[in-house]
Structures are given as C-alpha cells and as structure tokens.
C-alpha cells in the first residue's frame, strides 16, 4: 500500500527556535497533503491543506505566518513552526491524498507524526 | 454539537469479545473512514466506505447511509487490538478534507 513518510518523528528545541517538519509521499504523487495537530486524547485538527505550486489553505485561527507551509514537489510538503513556544508542543500529523488510490477525492494515508516538544 | 460523533469514548473488553464502536454524523458525505491510532501515534486507515458493509479479517464496517450511521465491529478481541480508534468522513461540499469525530480508547484485556 502507498507509504506515507514524516521527519523528524521526534523533535525537541528550545523557544524561539524554527521547527521544519517533512511529510514525503514514497511511491505515490500527491497532489494533495494535509497537516494535522493532535492534542492529547484529542482527535486530530486540521491545520492546513497544501497543494503543490500554490498556496496552502489554512484552517480558521491558524497563523500561516506562524506555520509556513512549503508542498514544493509532488512527493514533497514541510511544515515549518516559526518561533515556536511551549504551546506549540504537539502531535503533528501529516496526511497525503492518492488521486490514483481508487475513490480520486477520497483516498488519504497518513504519516506516523512527529512529536515536537519545545522548551 | 460536533458533526461526528462515537460512541463509547472508552471501551474495556476481555480478550475474545466481540466489540462494537459507533459512528454518527450530521453532514452529506460522500464517504466515511474508520482509523486506528496506536499508543505510538501513527494512524492507519482500515476502511473507506460510502456504502454496505466491507470486511477485513476481524473488521467489519458497515454504514447507513440514510440514518447517517457507522458501524466497526471486531470479532475475536485481542489485547493487540487495543488502540484509539477514529471516525472521519469526508463532506459533499469540501472534496479531500476530513472531519473526525474524537475517537474511541479501546483496551482489550488478556
């Protein structure tokens, strides 16, 4: 089945320092991807769709000054926490869509997450 | 009120139970998703459904279109089984994107 990759899966950095987080599509191109944040025993919170070579579409009450969102290639979008604080410590989840992977608008698989801690 | 909803929040089961986890939803969608998260946090999508009932070993899934209704069920329970898991669909009105309900704690006792 398509794989779906995110790196760093674990990052820890001081406050005020710029976090870049990678999802990579390994044998499918997405046209598509999505970031995720999940607080603990929380569902997941959509943050942010990215579409290669545009802009991405941020989520209601999400800063995109604050999480630049980079989907560069087919295979390839970052997330970048700029100046981070405490209160982005999080779960961030990356998701990928397959328009070849059968339903077109439906297929997605997701990332394992990257686990950010900023102290 | 969220336009997903599980039900129960927490489930406890012994090992061989049958297990059944609920979905309702609010919205026109053009299809549902049920996923596993594990403690580790990597999600993993077990079923896509607009319709029926699908099957995949112990999963079965099945949807209601018309009473806006899902169903997981897991047959044969195993301690290896426990995980979170999730109920997302995908709205008529906004293509890819996924709205998920919070998610069903799910521990399978030896």
């Known amino acids: 089945g398509a794989v779906v990759s995110q790196h760093p899966s674990r990052v820890i950095c001081k406050s005020g320092t710029s976090v870049k987080i990678e999802c990579r599509s390994l044998?499918?191109?997405?046209?598509?991807m999505f970031w995720y944040r999940q607080f603990p025993k929380k569902s997941l919170m959509l943050m942010a769709t990215?579409?290669?070579?545009?802009?991405?579409?941020?989520e209601q009450g999400v800063e995109k000054d604050k999480f630049l969102i980079n989907h560069a290639s087919l295979t390839l979008s970052t997330l970048t926490v700029t100046s981070a604080h405490p209160e982005d410590s999080s779960f961030y989840i990356c998701?990928?869509?397959?328009?070849?992977?059968?339903?077109?608008?439906?297929?997605?698989?997701f990332g394992p997450g990257t686990r950010l801690l900023v102290l | 009120k969220n336009e997903v909803e599980q039900s129960p929040q927490n489930l406890t089961a012994q090992e061989g139970e049958f297990i059944t986890i609920n979905c309702s939803y609010s919205?026109?969608?053009?299809?549902l998703h049920w996923l596993q998260q594990h403690p580790g946090g990597g999600i993993v999508s077990l079923f896509m459904?607009?319709?029926g009932k699908k099957k995949h070993g112990r999963l079965i899934a099945t949807i209601n279109i018309q009473e806006k209704h899902s169903s997981l069920h897991i047959t044969a329970s195993h301690p290896r089984d426990s995980a979170v898991y999730i109920c997302?669909?995908?709205?008529?009105?906004?293509?890819?994107?996924?709205?998920f309900g919070e998610g069903t704690q799910l521990t399978v006792n030896p």
């Open positions: 998701s990928a869509r397959d328009p070849e992977g059968g339903f077109v608008f439906e297929t997605q698989y």
């Open positions: 044998d499918f191109q997405a046209t598509t």
């Open positions: 990215s579409n290669e070579g545009s802009k991405a579409t941020y």
């Open positions: 919205v026109g969608i053009s299809a």
């Open positions: 459904l607009s319709s």
């Open positions: 997302a669909v995908s709205e008529e009105t906004s293509g890819s994107r996924l709205t």
